[in-house]
């Protein structure tokens, strides 16, 4: 699995299109296409992905928003942001300009 840090960048992929619906987001793989659902805490991560925040303001954006304690925000992050980057959903370690 890979090991995100707190200064990691995410962005969508290329391959990725993504819609609001009823609140919560939908992504479509274009290369596989197959859609992907995200509850409220996904659609507030992926906002945030968008909004071009380290995997570390993640973090701490969830925690404030919860109060759940950061090692177990961090923790189910690892799990769902390797999930979305295995479907090559998001690309990692990008900088502010798009390059990696």
């Known amino acids: 699995m890979q090991k995100f840090e707190p200064t990691t960048m995410l962005r969508a992929s290329g391959d ?3 819609r609001e ?3 919560e987001m939908m ?3 274009l290369r596989n296409g197959t859609y992907y659902g995200l509850d409220q805490t996904g659609t507030r991560v992926w ?3 968008a909004e071009g925040a380290t ?3 993640v973090v701490q954006d969830l925690h404030d928003r919860t109060g759940a304690s950061v090692d177990r925000i961090a923790a189910d992050l ?3 942001l390797g ?3 295995a479907h090559d959903l998001v690309e990692v370690n990008v900088t502010a300009d798009g390059a990696r």
């Open 21 to 23: 619906i009823s609140g």
């Open 83 to 85: 999930d979305l980057a």
């Open 78 to 80: 690892q799990v769902f």
């Open 16 to 18: 990725c299109v993504v």
């Open 47 to 49: 906002s945030l992905i």
């Open 55 to 57: 995997f570390g303001a």
């Open 27 to 29: 992504l479509l793989n």
